[in-house]
């Protein structure tokens, strides 16, 4: 069987900086092993008449797109309804599919979906591509029929991940290190070594996506295929995107001991005692992101199901308070039946773990209802009417400010404008100790009040031009992000084997 041409497409959102495409590198080296010829797209959102020609050039039997649920999910759209109206089959990949496997094929430019992992699947379906009566036969796609009926296969088993360790000759990794960690570390590789996570959120796509199993690279194959790249581009900090890093400490510790590097990891507040602490100082751990989620007590147990109390979070924080480990917490506001006092509540439990630890930073946004999870049925019970179109995902930004939460019964929309801002500017007003924006935001937080918010307004134009960001001035800042504009700008014209 002569081997087949797949173009493997993902779309980052523009003035972000791209980090290794892990999903369409693991995709491409599968497709590679097995006989076929895989061509990576990597580009920023607004680049589709690059993508467009890029795909021509090359004249793939197949296309890819690996899609999330998101503002992105438009232009996937108007990008596969062009590459249809050419001529190509497409398949999306990635959580989004997998979540609405129907729907997404409902849209007539979408000729295949995969739910789940990749690897087997994508090398499987171009192996039968020409074939559709052997389409029954692949687990893990959904796909329409002769009659344009709709259908959805049995899933795939999960894959060993070592059988698939990433070939980095792929790609020039060159063009994917950023400075990060304050800019003390200039060539940062973000990497993925294991998936899924075993716990029970009832917001997180896990529960769909990876139904509770971590599955793990070893730690030495995976240190085995991530040295030689890290000696050649001298990568000199990690950022590993895993869902939850340590769920096997002994694994992760052993990863992080032999790649000798510092390095930043997700995990859970429960994982931290003395002895982890010890071991995150000695390994050289810049941050650790958990996922506070609330500081109400009801929210994190009847409604998130997190496993983990407030209490659990202020012992994390005061353990590592001056550890040389940042401690970086998720808030999840506007959960399906959260009270505008839990909320607050939660408003208020920010500033108390500042006050434990100044040097503790925030990412909060807004609840998304995933479907297939628990809080996404809870979200409807209260009025929520999910999209009938797949590219109507596009809405739900937990970043936006004019975000919609019809399953609110409060009224949320003055804490969806400023919360994020006041959250952010007093972790900045804590860790630079400037009290007059500390004692002004407090009064705020423990008022509630959002009236007049001039402060705010002026203190995030203060906090934007980096008025606070000590050794690291304006116009060294102003400086570097123009350097970082002009090498975007100038990756923007090459993708995947091309980029090298
Ligand atoms: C890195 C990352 C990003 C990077 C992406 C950079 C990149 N190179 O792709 C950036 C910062 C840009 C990003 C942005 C966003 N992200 Co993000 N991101 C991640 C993160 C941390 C790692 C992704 C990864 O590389 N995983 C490793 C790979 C190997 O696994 P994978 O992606 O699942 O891929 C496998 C399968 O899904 C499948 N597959 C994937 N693509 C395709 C394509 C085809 C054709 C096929 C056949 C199969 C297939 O095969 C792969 C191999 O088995 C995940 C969390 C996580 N740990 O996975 C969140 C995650 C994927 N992101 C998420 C979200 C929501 C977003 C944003 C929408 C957030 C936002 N509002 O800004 C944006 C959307 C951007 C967009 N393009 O639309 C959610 C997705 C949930 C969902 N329902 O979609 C996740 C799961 C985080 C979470 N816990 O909620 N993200
Ligand atoms: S701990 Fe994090 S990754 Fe794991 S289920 Fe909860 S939110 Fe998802």
């Not at 800019?183 to 998936?195: A, D, G, M, Q």
């Not at 918010?453 to 102003?478: A, H, M």
Request: proline fraction near 5%.
């Amino acid at each position: 069987m002569p081997g087949k041409k797949i173009t493997l497409i993902s779309l980052y959102p523009e003035k972000t900086m791209p980090i290794p495409p892990s999903a369409l590198l693991y995709l491409a080296t599968a497709l590679n092993k097995n006989g076929h010829e895989a061509q990576i797209i990597y580009k920023a959102a607004d680049d589709p008449a690059g993508v467009i020609k890029e795909v021509d050039g090359f004249k793939p039997d197949l296309i890819g797109m690996s899609v999330f649920t998101g503002f992105c999910n438009k232009k996937y759209v108007e990008l596969s309804r062009i590459l249809k109206e050419r001529g190509y089959k497409i398949v999306w990949g990635n959580a989004h599919p997998a979540l609405v496997p129907r729907q997404t094929l409902n849209e007539p430019s979408v000729d295949f979906v995969v739910i789940g992992e990749g690897e087997e699947t994508i090398v499987d379906l171009t192996n039968k591509l020409d074939a559709p009566a052997q389409y029954y036969s692949i687990p893990g796609i959904g796909f329409k029929d002769q009659n344009g009926k709709i259908i959805i296969n049995d899933k795939r088993n999960f894959i060993d991940m070592d059988d698939y360790l990433i070939d980095w000759t792929l790609v020039n990794l060159e063009n994917y290190l950023f400075p990060y960690f304050s800019n003390r570390y200039k060539r940062v590789l973000s990497i993925v070594t294991s998936r899924g996570c075993p716990f029970n959120c009832q917001f997180c796509y896990n529960l769909v996506f990876n139904t509770r199993r971590w599955r793990a690279h070893d730690a030495e194959k995976i240190v085995a295929n991530l040295q030689p790249i890290i000696e050649k581009y001298k990568v000199d900090a990690i950022r590993f995107l895993d869902d939850n890093f340590f769920v096997d400490k002994k694994r992760a510790l052993a990863i992080v001991r032999s790649l000798g590097l510092p390095y930043s990891a997700d995990s859970r507040v429960e994982y931290v005692d003395e002895e982890f602490v010890k071991n995150l100082k000695e390994t050289k751990c810049l941050e650790l992101t958990f996922g506070f989620e609330s500081g109400s007590e009801r929210v994190l147990r009847e409604v998130v199901q997190k496993g983990t109390g407030t209490e659990k979070i202020i012992k994390a924080v005061t353990l590592l308070k001056n550890s040389g480990t940042i401690a970086t917490g998720g808030i999840v506001f506007g959960l399906p039946s959260e009270t505008k006092e839990e909320y607050w509540e939660t408003m208020k439990f920010i500033v108390r773990l500042l006050e434990i630890n100044r040097d503790v930073a925030f990412t909060c946004g807004w609840f998304l209802p995933y479907p297939g999870t628990g809080l996404y049925e809870k979200a409807k019970e209260k009025g929520f009417i999910p999209p009938e179109k797949v590219e109507d995902w596009d809405q739900f930004d937990r970043w936006r400010d004019d975000y919609e939460m019809i399953w609110l019964d409060w009224d949320y929309k003055q804490a969806v404008k400023y919360s994020r801002k006041i959250v952010h500017l007093l972790a900045l007003a804590y860790k630079r100790n400037i009290p007059i924006i500390k004692n002004i935001l407090k009064w705020r937080v423990e008022h509630l009040n959002f009236y007049w918010p001039i402060d705010i307004y002026l203190f995030s134009k203060l906090r934007n031009i980096y008025l606070f960001s000590g050794n690291n001035n304006f116009i060294n800042r102003t400086v570097k992000k123009i350097i970082i504009k002009i090498i975007l700008l100038k990756r923007n014209g090459q993708s995947g084997k091309n980029i090298k």
